[in-house]
Each structure stands twice: as C-alpha cells, then as structure tokens.
Nanobody, 126 residues
Framework: QVQLVESGGGMVQAGGSLRLSCEVS????????MGWFRQAPGKEREFVTA????????DYSDSVKGRFTISRETAKTTVYLQMNSLKPEDTAVYYC???????????????????WGQGTQVTVSS
C-alpha cells in the first residue's frame, strides 16, 4: 500500500515562504510521477506543479510559475514544494499525489493520479 504524508504547512504573511514535504512509502519511489494540487474553500482542486519520475521535467500552473519550485529526493523518498513570494490567494489545502508511470511524464490532471496525501493547510495573510 502506498502512503503519502505531507508536512510543512502553516500560516505566513504575504511575501513569505514555506516549504512543503511529501514523504512516499510503500513502493519504489522512482516509479512515480509526483504532483502538487491545492483546494481553496468553495473551489475545485487545482493543479499547482508536477515532476517526472526522473526529476528531469517539471511543469507549473501560470499562477505559481516563478514563485514555486518542485523537487524530489530519491534517497528520502520525498517530494518538496518550495513556495516563495506567497500571496493571500495561495491560501488552500495542499495535496501531493503520486502515479506509477512507465514513461518519464509530467502529469497535470488530477484524474491521472492514483494516490493522494491527506493534505496540509497553507494560510497566507495580507
């Protein structure tokens, strides 16, 4: 059974930074394409960023491009989301997701992911 555990959420002022972590256990980490999604109150869960199995390819939503960085560390079976220059509109519950893939794809649709973490709250005050 694959488990994803997020950590690192919290409250921060606008312009501040946070780093989220998502530790993956249960299967071979390098098998998985990884992604981060977020869901604000009353809104649908939306794509934030994703990274390929190898870590060589990434993609970002337009709203976070240039401010957020996704990375992965195989030895720790962990994917990270570094969030800088945070804005109040970044406030949401952030979820990491994993999908076993044969190819070195970057997956942007939530329907492409098989496993999800429990989510971690990020609140940005103005």
């Amino acid at each position: 059974q694959v488990q994803l555990v997020e950590s690192g959420g919290g409250m921060v002022q606008a312009g501040g930074s946070l780093r989220l972590s998502c530790e993956v256990s249960g299967r071979t980490f390098s098998m998985y394409a990884m992604g981060w999604f977020r869901q604000a109150p009353g809104k649908e869960r939306e794509f934030v960023t994703a990274i390929s199995r190898s870590g060589g390819s990434t993609d970002y939503s337009d709203s976070v491009k240039g401010r957020f960085t996704i990375s992965r560390e195989t030895a720790k079976t962990t994917v990270y989301l570094q969030m800088n220059s945070l804005k109040p509109e970044d406030t949401a519950v952030y979820y990491c997701a994993a999908s076993p893939t044969v190819w070195n794809w970057v997956l942007k649709s939530r329907n492409e992911y098989d496993y999800w973490g429990q989510g971690t709250q990020v609140t940005v005050s103005s």
